[in-house]
């Protein structure tokens, strides 16, 4: 079989998968550790000893396990299995001090996007290699596993491998991660949750310490335009040693780049409380030249900056700034008249005007963003799919 390098739609499905649940195929029965003789340190021999002229015949995809198994144990060279359609890892999976393989197997005659494919690892028994588990594809939406890491993730000893299986909409791919894991007697997934929702996703692990590693699945954006502008999205999972799985512990945002994301990030300060952070971010909003607009800049610049000014008139007064309140709000009765820059300052005016009367200066506001939907909340919602509306509840906290 003529050696190849793993060529680009296997790279490709690197970052697109989708939902997988990975079980052992219930026509392969389960594998029990062998008792092989201690190995040294460090990962033992292979198997079998390779040898030279062995060739793997793959030519029906549904054959594939039994090839593949045929091949090792004719003493078949591991590295060969890197082709077109296949993709070989090695690793102590089971725990035994002993190579064993992870192939994935894309189905050279799939026509589907992504194509269809399955994965096989094999353990090393009494001198033979034999499968001791089997993906087998659940249907035609779901892509070919890729393997991005073969290694021990939680410092026991055996190593774990994170694996994924891809599916695509019109425009944009998603990502299921698992971590493939011997539990003694079968593999079972110890990642906890999903991955499926961050589009167009990376796959990275880092050091976490007490030699475990954490994973990140890093959501890179839609393939869409009427999604937006996106912000890169970066969930992290660590390890948990009490359950022995791996559970979410953080989801971060990038910076905001966008005009858009900053107000995003003023808001959700100033319904946390966090006023001096919620302040800064509205000025940014107002100030910050460099942040940049989805579709036209002079008019995106003109509607944020002025919800901004409305924000930072609302926080003023519930912060006992009256005079800087008022300040801004003049701002706003000074502005130019473009686009709903003269609507943010009817609601300023509207919320000033609850606030001297009875102290309702926010359920005034809210009823006026309610019955003007077009004027106020309408310009800070229309910025795709991937970006949340707005409702009259996120306009005064």
């Not at 026509?27 to 002229?53: I, K, M, R, Y």
């Amino acid at each position: 079989m003529k050696r190849l390098t793993i060529p680009a739609l296997l790279l490709i499905l690197t970052a697109a998968c989708g939902p997988q649940t990975f079980s052992p195929s219930p026509t392969v029965p389960p594998v029990t550790s062998p008792t092989l003789p201690a190995a040294a340190p460090g990962l033992g021999p292979v198997c079998l000893p390779e040898q030279e002229g062995v060739t793997l015949s793959f030519e029906n995809f549904e054959n594939a396990a039994t090839d593949i198994l045929t091949y090792l144990n004719a003493g078949g060279e591991i590295t060969a299995l890197n082709t077109d359609y296949l993709r070989a890892e090695t690793g102590d999976l089971s725990g035994d001090g002993r190579h064993d393989i992870i192939v994935a197997v894309l189905d050279p005659n799939s026509a589907a996007v992504p194509p269809r494919g399955t994965l096989f690892i094999y353990h090393c028994q009494d001198g033979q290699y034999v499968l001791a588990f089997d993906l087998a594809p659940v249907s035609s939406d779901y892509g070919a596993p890729v393997i991005h890491f073969v290694q021990d993730m939680n410092a026991d000893g055996k190593v774990e491998a994170v694996v994924s299986t891809s599916t695509c909409g019109a425009h944009t791919c998603f990502l299921q991660v698992q971590i493939l894991g011997w539990d003694g007697t079968g593999y079972v997934n110890l990642l906890e949750g999903a991955s499926d929702d961050l589009p167009y996703s990376g796959v990275d692990v880092r050091a976490a310490g007490d030699g475990t590693f954490a994973l990140d699945v890093i959501g890179t954006g839609f393939g869409s335009v009427g999604a937006g502008p996106y912000r890169v999205r970066t969930r992290t999972w660590t390890y948990d040693p009490p359950s022995g799985h791996w559970k979410v512990s953080g989801e971060t945002l990038e910076p905001p780049r966008y005009r858009i994301h900053a107000l995003h990030d003023a808001d959700a300060a100033f319904r946390a409380g966090d006023y001096a952070t919620a302040e800064a971010l509205y000025l940014r909003v107002i100030n910050d030249a460099a942040l940049l607009a989805w579709a036209d800049p002079p008019i995106e610049q003109a509607n944020l900056g002025a919800y901004a000014r409305f924000k930072l008139v609302v926080l003023y007064t519930q912060t006992g700034r009256q005079a800087e309140a008022e300040a801004m709000l003049n701002q706003l009765r000074a502005g130019p008249p473009v686009s709903h820059w003269r609507d943010y300052t009817e609601l300023a005016e509207i919320y000033m005007q609850g606030v001297a009367t009875a102290g309702l200066g926010c359920p005034t506001a809210r009823d006026y963003a309610a019955n003007h939907p077009d004027q106020i909340l309408l310009p800070l919602g229309s910025f795709g799919y991937a970006n949340p509306d707005y409702n009259p509840e996120d306009i005064c906290p």
